[in-house]
């Protein structure tokens, strides 16, 4: 056999000892993809980012993919230690592909797994609106945040639930900070579903529980609609009926107050979690006032405020309306509208029939003006009737004065005339038997007895 050469010894020795070693290593172990990785930066450019991973294999983030929403590589230098994602396990280049922006994603998605194990609440930001409700994005993760899933003071009450109007409000509400719990979960879509109201649930479980009627609260309106105003407060909300919104009429809730204003507000009623408000039993009742001033019997001269197809209002002053009924308008039964005879803004006299202080209610009558103008001529009639009767009756009773007078007088002084009976009445001589031993100048002494009546009234002596 060939004796080896000192130089084949030495590649044969090298050879061993680099199978030794490689034997001797512990074995690289590539990362794979969708898996996060630590590392240390070595080398930082502006967009790019190299990591060494165990000293076995470099890792390499670029683009959009070293931005995340802690905008990590702005606080990096090198030498750091770093968290980063899978991408690619090996480009053309040899390096490991990465990602910041998906470590964090995978973060964001542990937390917000967490979060809805365990019932808590996180805040986000909405960054648009649809007629559904609002959306948001964290770290790629897209949020939706219901219509129905609002809490009372962002749900958006309209009347007959415009959609557009509806959209208009949800748009007010991009930017603003919610707080809210994840109620549905899709990692593999990236989705949330969030509530505002679940967020809530405990604040407005507590709030509720001390909630007593005869409470004074502060709160904010939340919505008006035609029959009323919400207002919320403390997480909850209830309902000023427009009847509670003031002691006189209301004919449009949003006169006494818009979206977002602040109000006290006094609670009337709790049934399960339907609260009933007030805002007019803050005041003072009008209708006591008006008890002493408005009385069955006064005319009122004032203008119609509204004309409803039953009857008219009319203002009393400025929180009391007043009713004229159509029946206490006319008679006629071709007239089934008050507008055919009354109109807005048209000052009228009426006169108060009927005051219901408990029911807030006052109802007046034209009719009865017409009606105490009839009577009131038919009275005159009947007194100058009774005056003309009393006038005759007087003059028959002195007639028969007179005449009983007359016929006395004919009986005492036959032919004699009374005015002659009277002279000689109060000359003191009553009868034919004073007349008795008189002479004819006795007699013509007395003031107005003429000679022929002295000789007629001594004639009448014999």
């Not at 001797?24 to 990591?51: C, D, E, R, Y």
């Not at 702005?74 to 922006?101: C, Q």
Request: charged share 30%; aromatic share 4%.
């Amino acid at each position: 056999m060939a004796k080896k050469t000192p130089k084949v010894r030495q590649t044969i020795e090298r050879d061993s000892m680099l199978d030794e070693l490689i034997q001797n290593s512990p074995s690289i172990i590539m990362p794979k993809a969708g898996t996060l990785v630590k590392g240390k930066v070595f080398s930082l450019q502006k967009n790019q980012i190299l990591v060494d991973l165990d000293g076995t294999v470099t890792g390499m983030i670029s683009g959009r993919e070293s931005r995340d929403r802690s905008n990590t590589i702005k606080k990096l230098k090198e030498g750091d230690p770093i968290t980063a994602y899978v991408i690619e396990e090996e480009n053309p280049e040899g390096l490991v592909v990465l990602s910041l922006r998906k470590a964090s994603q995978e973060k964001t998605w542990e937390d917000f797994q967490n979060s809805y194990q365990n019932g808590n609440i996180i805040e986000v930001r909405p960054h648009e609106a649809n007629k559904g409700g609002l959306l948001l994005e964290i770290d790629g993760i897209k949020g939706f945040i219901p219509v129905s899933q609002l809490a009372p003071l962002h749900y958006p009450r309209v009347n007959g639930a415009d959609s557009q109007r509806i959209l208009e409000r949800l748009q007010k509400l991009i930017g603003i900070t919610f707080k809210v719990k994840i109620i549905n979960i899709d990692k593999e879509n990236g989705k949330l579903i969030l509530s505002e109201k679940a967020g809530m649930e405990e604040q407005r479980r507590n709030a509720l529980s001390k909630l007593k009627a005869g409470q004074k609260v502060k709160g904010k309106i939340s919505g008006v609609v035609k029959f009323g105003i919400f207002v919320a407060f403390d997480g909850l909300e209830g309902l000023v009926h427009i009847s509670e919104i003031a002691w006189g009429h209301v004919n449009d809730p949003s006169d006494y107050g818009k979206l977002g204003n602040e109000v006290e507000i006094l609670i009337i009623g709790i049934e399960n979690e339907k609260i009933s408000l007030s805002m007019k039993r803050l005041v003072p009742d009008p209708w006591i006032e008006a008890a002493k001033t408005f009385q069955v019997g006064k005319i009122i001269e004032s203008e119609i405020t509204r004309i409803t197809e039953f009857g008219a209002f009319i203002k009393l002053n400025d929180e009391i309306n007043g009713l004229i009924h159509l029946s206490e308008v006319t008679d006629d039964p071709s007239i089934k509208d008050i507008g055919q005879i009354l109109k807005a803004g048209q000052k009228v006299r009426a006169k108060i029939i009927a005051v219901d202080l408990e029911e807030h209610r006052i109802g007046l009558s034209i009719k009865a003006l017409e009606k105490d103008k009839e009577e009131g001529k038919k009275t005159k009639k009947e007194n100058e009737k009774k005056s003309e009767d009393a006038s005759n009756n007087e003059i028959a009773s002195e007639n028969k004065s007179t005449k009983d007078e007359e016929i006395s007088s004919v009986k005492n002084f036959p032919g004699v005339s009374a005015k002659t009976i009277k002279i000689l009445e109060n000359a003191g001589i009553q009868s034919i038997d004073d007349l008795k031993g008189k002479t004819k100048e006795d007699l013509l002494g007395i003031e107005g007895i003429g000679e022929k009546t002295a000789e007629k009234l001594l004639a009448l002596a014999k």
